[in-house]
């Protein structure tokens, strides 16, 4: 932090005062379109960029008012982390995810697993909409579906505390010291999944998409691969996550 901009901070945080606070705003103000730009890339079209940037803004001054200059940690990152669990929260809290949608996730669900089960093996895209019953153009249409609603189910904060420079899901899964909601053993189970069971280039989607915020356009131009292509790649790693998570859960509460 530049010497001009901390003593900017230090004024602020003894007087706390209101216009003080406005020029923080003010210049971290890119912050809240930069995010904003990341999150509706993932959306559909239905969703309207202006409503994301008042609801990140919200996050913005919730961010400065908060900030702990003293503890060494970068605004920028605290920043972004903030807004952008504004947002997903205002999202989550709209249910902006269709019925339908979640009806069609949860039949390919089914669908999925009962194939797994039968070939033994992961069935492909084909084998899925044969399943289905539909084509492979309304099958592409479903994985964008599912991949537009895992923003809300893999992107969730769970500290807000400035330290912890980001805290979604997708990165308890890989972290082998969190803590996880159903108990350690599942962790490790997901830990191994993740880690063993995907290959590099599915782990590194699932890492550029969740924890690196790169668009699935972005995605395919660093491995060389259609957007469609990659979409449903990781339309395929949900629905194998999904049904890894539901098995191990199911082996807890046996053993219980």
Not at 139 to 168: A, C, F, G
Not at 177 to 206: C, D, H, N, Y
Request: hydrophobic share 35%; net charge negative.
């Amino acid at each position: 932090m530049e010497p001009e901009e901390k003593q900017l901070w230090l004024k602020y945080k003894k007087t706390m005062n209101e216009e003080l606070r406005n020029t923080l705003v003010e210049k971290y103000l890119p912050m809240v379109k930069y995010v904003a730009d990341r999150i509706i890339a993932k959306l559909p079209k239905t969703i309207v960029k202006d409503d994301l940037m008042s609801v990140g803004i919200d996050g913005l001054i919730d961010a400065v008012e908060k900030f702990d200059v003293n503890r060494g940690v970068k605004f920028q990152t605290y920043c972004i982390n903030r807004i952008r669990g504004s947002i997903l929260d205002e999202l989550r809290s709209l249910d902006w995810v269709p019925r339908l949608v979640r009806t069609r996730t949860h039949q390919l669900e089914k669908v999925y697993a009962k194939l797994e089960t039968k070939l033994g093996r992961i069935p492909s895209d084909g084998e899925l909409a044969d399943e289905l019953g539909i084509s492979l153009e309304e099958y592409s249409e479903l994985v964008k579906e599912i991949n537009t609603q895992s923003i809300l189910s893999l992107n969730r904060n769970y500290s807000d505390d400035p330290e912890n420079e980001e805290s979604s899901s997708a990165e308890l899964v890989e972290d082998k010291k969190a803590p996880a909601p159903a108990g350690e053993l599942q962790a490790r189970e997901l830990v191994e999944f993740v880690t063993q069971k995907l290959s590099k280039k599915e782990r590194l989607i699932m890492l550029l998409y969740y924890c690196e915020d790169l668009t699935m356009k972005e995605i395919g131009a660093i491995l060389e691969l259609s957007e469609s292509r990659v979409s449903q790649i990781h339309a395929r790693l949900l629905l194998k996550l999904r049904s890894e998570w539901k098995k191990s859960t199911k082996t807890i509460l046996e053993n219980c």
